[in-house]
């Protein structure tokens, strides 16, 4: 159960923001006890790839607190962010944590399924958020873009670390999110 609760929230973090839970995943695997990476996903934690994926977390950073820029980072993310969240999922799940012991044990069979499954949930935080921003860029005169870029930010950092040392929190994410969604369509 810890697995897909790490998954699930790696992979919607990475829904708004790709390159947070990647960079977290590797940092911690490089420089912490906190997590093990499996032997297919030990590349997230080479210096080259730490490196890469910072700098790609600051142009994604700067370019989605401005207004009109932040709309087209969004129809470029459509593509990255449901890749990162199948990477999120995958690494994610199948690694051992301080709360997963045996990951091997939930996705024996299928490798493929963790992946899919992280996309799937990625895209669905992405057009959620792409669906939002233009009526907040619309509602605040363009005020409103770095505030909501960076409170999803911030979301995607506590959502990424929690999915990794306190997994069970990432059932309180979800139901967040839900309840964001009614309001959102509400409105």
């Known amino acids: 159960m810890f ?4 998954g699930t929230g790696l992979a919607a973090s990475a829904g708004l923001n790709a390159y947070i839970p990647l960079l977290i995943l590797g940092l911690l695997g490089r420089y912490t006890d906190l997590i093990d990476l499996p032997s297919g996903w030990t590349w997230l934690g080479n210096g080259w790839v730490i490196l890469i994926m910072a700098v790609l977390l600051a142009v994604e950073m700067v370019a989605d607190k401005v207004p009109v820029v932040d709309h087209i980072n969004d129809v470029v993310q459509t593509v990255v962010r449901p890749t990162a969240g199948g990477l999120a999922f995958g690494a994610g799940s199948s690694s051992e944590t301080v709360t997963v012991s045996d990951p091997g044990s939930f996705f024996s069979t299928h490798q493929w ?23 907040v860029n619309a509602t605040t005169a363009g005020f409103g873009a770095p505030v909501a ?39």
């Open 113 to 135: 399924v963790p992946v899919v499954t992280g996309v799937l949930l990625a895209l669905g935080v992405h057009l959620l958020k792409s669906a939002a921003r233009p009526i």
């Open 149 to 187: 870029s960076t409170a999803e930010d911030a979301t995607s950092v506590v959502v990424s670390l929690v999915a990794v040392l306190l997994p069970v929190l990432v059932l309180v994410f979800l139901v967040g999110l839900a309840f964001f969604v009614y309001w959102f369509f509400r409105r």
């Open 3 to 6: 697995e897909v609760l790490t």
